[in-house]
């Protein structure tokens, strides 16, 4: 089955990147014999950037700051749903260096799954692609190579 990752990385190279802070990510394509190739770089909108200042002045929550504890995009706080996750809803999971509860909560309901990792991007590329297709393949599953 094929499928997108998302990764927020500052450098294309590490996840180094929390969720909240993320300003753009990195979409890769898997395919469906589990080889994967970068698809696109996906900027946040302006509109999400200017939702974490307003959370900025009402709450001390801002991009990914210390009053945000990583959860970004609005920090849950609102009724609707985070820019950030709209931007990723085509992709089968998310990887970042660490997401906020409210955040994992919004991507469960998309069905989009999450990875907090502070990895390389091709580490974490090759451990997810093995685990999805060992899930749907109805294999076993182990991490040692």
Same mark, same amino acid.
Do not use: W
């Given at each position: 089955? $094929?499928? =997108?990752?998302?990764?927020?990385? !500052?450098?294309?190279?590490?996840? %180094?990147?929390?969720?909240? #802070?993320?300003? /753009?990510?990195?979409?890769? $394509?898997? =395919?469906?014999?589990?080889?994967? !190739?970068?698809?696109?770089?996906? %900027?946040?909108?302006?509109? #999400?950037?200017? /939702? ?94």
């Amino acid at each position: 089955m $094929a499928y =997108k990752i998302a990764i927020a990385s !500052s450098n294309g190279i590490n996840v %180094d990147i929390h969720f909240g #802070a993320a300003q /753009s990510f990195f979409i890769y $394509a898997v =395919k469906d014999d589990g080889t994967f !190739s970068e698809q696109e770089k996906r %900027d946040v909108p302006e509109t #999400a950037e200017s /939702s974490n200042a307003a959370n900025s002045s009402n709450g001390g929550c801002g991009k990914g700051g210390a009053g945000c504890h990583g959860n970004g995009g609005g920090c849950g706080q609102g009724a609707g749903i985070s820019p950030k996750v709209e931007l990723i809803t085509d992709c089968r999971c998310v990887v970042a260096a660490k997401i906020g509860f409210n955040v994992i909560k919004q991507l469960e309901r998309k069905a989009i799954a999450s990875f907090d990792v502070e990895t390389t991007v091709q580490e974490a590329l090759e451990k997810i692609t093995k685990y999805f297709y060992s899930i749907d393949n109805h294999k076993s599953f182990s991490l040692k190579k």
